[in-house]
């Protein structure tokens, strides 16, 4: 199975249903003219040198562009190498990291695409700029692409950690893998050919990758990207295209519920908001479900993985007990808590969560942090949490985030969540301030 032969089978299955829509810009895609687009990225490619593995780096906003650049990276074998443009003043360590032979960017970022060393060709999604190839003009070409390398096992996909636990490193994510995962996603959410996806977050997250785009092509449903979200633009989007799935973060999914409360209803045909990016409060979940009668399904992965670790069902859950929970593993990844000593946990200790199999290919260039974190077949997420009788997941917090405060551990996350139950209280955050008597004071 590989990424953009999801859009070579919409095309055959129903060629004139719509792919992709660029909500900024009221551009749309259908299946067949994505995978028209797809060979013809590949074509400008293949002519700028780019051959099987080398990297593409697309450093832009969400758009059309965007997507038909990954697309046509992936479909001659190359690897799409994203990088979010709010990283515009460390482009130059991303590039040094990753060696691409092109970068792909919006006229908005030549200044800081041309300051960044070592890159052979420049692309400019817009039109020509100095010292830089024009995107339209490459595709208008029409430029011949390679026969597909067709590797399953393949990297196609480098997409960076957030850097919480020291520099952001490129995760490695292959074809099979990813896309085996996309499809367990796909099943839990109940994903169809009828459902309307809205993305709004960064094209550059991994996020994206597993939870807009791939179980949505694998089902043929249509996807939309925003890239200038509000609160108000982002609701008109949102209920003007008939969207059934929100993919959001827990801040746009609380402007959401404050815009659908001044509205006096939830966008029109939402049938689920999904969330991913970092915890989401109780609160959120019990408004979602009091208020707008819609499930708010928590998902938590990471970059290392090409899907989640643990991910909710679409339906609301009633038991407010069960609130703090995100949900089972997804049937292609095994999850097992670990003590300090990587020993294996009972259920419902707290300790390490790891996943054995269903992960990375590694990170790029980085054997040494990559066999740290994925000794003995398992990989660390670095994350603390349990699993339930039910075998689902909670998830307490980062070990790097942990508060050590007169030798107890505080959990940031509980002391946030309790904060956020106090009325007034829209998001909150605690981290640890050095003491001399405590060793560390928490602060909100």
Not at 70 to 99: C, K, P, Q, S
Not at 249 to 259: D, H, S, T
């Amino acid at each position: 199975m590989l990424m953009h032969g999801l859009v070579l089978a919409g095309a055959e299955r129903h060629p004139h249903r719509f792919a992709f829509r660029w909500v900024d810009h009221d551009a749309a895609l259908t299946y067949a003219q994505a995978a028209e687009a797809m060979e013809k990225a590949a074509g400008a490619l293949a002519a700028l040198g780019v051959q099987k593995g080398d990297r593409v780096t697309i450093f832009a906003h969400n758009g059309l562009d965007y997507l038909t650049t990954m697309l046509g990276a992936w479909r001659i074998g190359a690897i799409a190498a994203l990088v979010n443009v709010r990283f515009a003043d460390a482009l130059a360590e991303y590039l040094a990291d990753h060696t691409p032979r092109v970068v792909v960017y919006t006229h908005d970022q030549g200044e800081t695409v041309r300051r960044a060393a070592g890159v052979e060709q420049l692309v400019c999604m817009d039109g020509p700029q100095p010292g830089a190839h024009s995107l339209p003009e490459l595709m208008a070409a029409a430029l011949p692409a390679p026969a597909d390398p067709h590797d399953e096992n393949a990297i196609a996909h480098l997409s960076y950690t957030s850097g919480t636990t020291g520099k952001p490193k490129g995760a490695c994510l292959a074809h099979e893998p990813t896309i085996r995962a996309a499809r367990c996603i796909g099943e839990r959410l109940r994903i169809r050919a009828d459902d309307v996806s809205f993305g709004p977050t960064a094209l550059s997250s991994s996020y994206q990758l597993v939870a807009n785009l791939l179980p949505q092509l694998a089902a043929g449903a249509s996807i939309n990207v925003m890239g200038r979200w509000s609160q108000s633009a982002g609701f008109e989007a949102i209920d003007a295209c008939g969207a059934t799935m929100l993919v959001a973060n827990p801040p746009m999914l609380a402007e959401l519920l404050a815009e659908s409360r001044e509205k006096g209803r939830p966008p029109g045909r939402l049938r689920l908001a999904l969330s991913g990016g970092g915890p989401v409060p109780p609160t959120l979940k019990k408004a979602f479900r009091n208020e707008l009668k819609l499930p708010l399904v928590e998902s938590y992965g990471q970059s290392e993985l090409g899907g989640f670790v643990a991910l909710g069902y679409p339906e609301a859950e009633p038991d407010d007990s069960k609130l703090t929970r995100i949900g089972p593993p997804p049937p292609d990844k095994e999850v097992i808590v670990l003590d300090l000593e990587d020993r294996p946990l009972p259920m419902g200790e707290t300790g390490q969560l790891c996943l054995r199999g269903g992960f990375m290919a590694g990170y790029w260039n980085r054997p040494d942090a990559t066999a740290q974190a994925t000794r003995g077949a398992i990989l660390r997420t670095g994350d603390v949490g349990f699993l339930d009788a039910d075998g689902c997941v909670t998830l307490r917090g980062r070990r790097a985030e942990l508060i050590q405060v007169g030798g107890v551990t505080w959990f940031p996350r509980e002391v946030e969540e309790a904060l956020q139950r106090i009325a007034g209280v829209k998001l909150a955050a605690v981290i640890g301030l050095p003491d001399a008597v405590l060793g560390a004071r928490p602060a909100a």
